[in-house]
Structures are given as structure tokens and as C-alpha cells.
């Protein structure tokens, strides 16, 4: 199979990459909504709608914005606006409907750590869009610096480069099966599954921005990057305890 894989049935081109990305939103609420069925939720139904709706809003802004920054000297002419809409990136959305939720829980007085319903489909979602990107090869911006190393692939510019999106979905695997051995092991306090999703994928994204072409840094990093170091300073406590 050659990347990018593009394929046309029936006489018309399919995006798989957006396929994908549909899939990956679908099948991940129906997840959710086979664990808060098949699980004790302290938080209302109401109150769980706010908060799903608050994390919506927050992950929309946040993909857009931090998607922007990665791009920062974007042309402004009389479409930038639909350059800026199609311009989106998952740390932004995860790290803007973490900020979401928040806002959400204290406008309605939600108390409760409503997180770790959310985590397996999320990773579960961003499983199956990485898939999307994977196929799609170099017409996404989540393949690697060219390579001599035995992981170089040819995704589609006829160059070697590390197929990030491939060590992503790796990761995704172990990181599902690690917490889900945690959850079933270890009596954690409510919210804290999250809490060492995001920790273990930023941490993840952090390191392996290294191996992207980043047009753009700032003192050697990216945007991402500085998001991934804004979003560890926020789980400090939670990584404190963990070597403690």
C-alpha cells in the first residue's frame, strides 16, 4: 500500500483521514456512553451534560488556537478565516476542554472529578484518528524528520522519515492497557486516571516533537512543546505524588 492512501470506489475520491476522524468521534461517545451506563457516576445527568458541553467548546477553541501558533505567520488575507477553521491540532483540544470542564464545573458548582469516564474514549479516539493521519502520510503534518534509522518509511515524498504517527499509535496501545491494569489494581482517588492520561501523552508529545520538522520554534521548542511544559506544570501536584 502507498501512503498517502487515497482511495476512489465508485467513481468518487475518499478522504480516509476524515472518514477516520468521524469514526474516531462516534465511536468514542458511544464508549462513554457504555462506561457511565455500566458505571456508578456520582455526577448528575445534567450536570454531566454541562460538563460535556464545556469541554466541546474548550477542545474547539483550544485545537484552533494552539493549531494557529504552530503557524504563526499565516498570510492574513480574505480567507484566513477558513484557513484558521481548518487549522486545528489534538493537544489544543485536549488541553482546551480540560480548561472547558473547568469552567464548566464552577459555573454549575460541580465538585466531583468528572475525568475518568472521559479517558478510555479519548485514547480510544485518538487511536483511531492517527490511524487517519498515519494513512494519509505526508499530506498530514505528523510525520517525521527524514532518517537513516530501520523506522524510516516512505509516506509519501519519497524520503525516509520517522512515521510519528505509527509511534503514536504504539504508544496509545500500551498507555489503554497500562491504565486499564492501574483502574483495576490500584484504588485511585476519582479523577486521577485522567490525570496520568495527560501527564503520560503530553509527556509522550513533548519528547517526540524533537523528530517533527517544526517550522516554527521559539529558544528551540514548539508550540506544542510549550503547551505539553504549560500542561505538566498544571499536573504538578499529581506528579509530585507520584516519586513521592
Not at 117 to 145: A, D, V
Request: hydrophobic share 50%; proline share 3%; aromatic share 18%.
Amino acid at each position: 500500500m502507498e501512503l498517502p492512501f487515497e482511495p476512489t470506489f465508485f467513481g468518487i475520491h475518499w478522504n480516509v483521514h476524515l472518514i477516520l476522524e468521524y469514526l474516531a468521534f462516534l465511536i468514542a461517545f458511544r464508549y462513554y456512553v457504555y462506561l457511565r451506563k455500566n458505571s456508578n457516576d456520582p455526577i448528575s445527568y445534567t450536570n454531566r451534560l454541562s460538563i460535556i458541553l464545556g469541554a466541546i467548546f474548550g477542545a474547539l477553541v483550544g485545537s484552533r488556537v494552539v493549531g494557529w501558533l504552530e503557524y504563526p505567520f499565516i498570510d492574513f488575507s480574505e480567507n484566513v478565516w477558513l484557513v484558521l477553521l481548518n487549522t486545528k491540532t489534538i493537544m489544543g483540544g485536549l488541553f482546551g476542554g480540560l480548561l472547558g470542564v473547568e469552567i464548566a464545573k464552577k459555573i454549575i458548582g460541580e465538585t466531583q472529578s468528572s475525568g475518568d469516564l472521559f479517558t478510555f474514549p479519548i485514547i480510544l479516539g485518538i487511536f483511531i484518528g492517527r490511524i487517519g493521519c498515519f494513512l494519509s502520510g505526508t499530506n498530514e503534518f505528523t510525520y517525521g524528520t527524514v532518517t537513516n534509522s530501520f523506522l524510516g518509511m516512505d509516506l509519501g515524498d519519497g524520503l525516509l522519515r520517522h512515521p510519528l504517527a505509527l509511534y503514536e499509535l504504539l504508544f496509545l496501545a500500551f498507555l489503554f492497557v497500562f491504565l486499564k491494569r492501574i483502574q483495576a489494581k490500584v484504588p485511585l482517588k476519582s479523577g486521577k486516571i485522567f490525570a496520568f492520561f495527560m501527564i503520560a501523552y503530553f509527556a509522550f508529545r513533548f519528547f517526540i516533537e524533537f523528530l517533527k520538522p517544526n517550522e516554527f520554534l521559539l529558544l528551540g521548542l514548539s508550540s506544542i512543546q510549550y503547551l505539553c511544559i504549560v500542561c505538566l506544570i498544571y499536573y504538578r501536584k499529581t506528579i509530585l505524588s507520584i516519586k513521592s
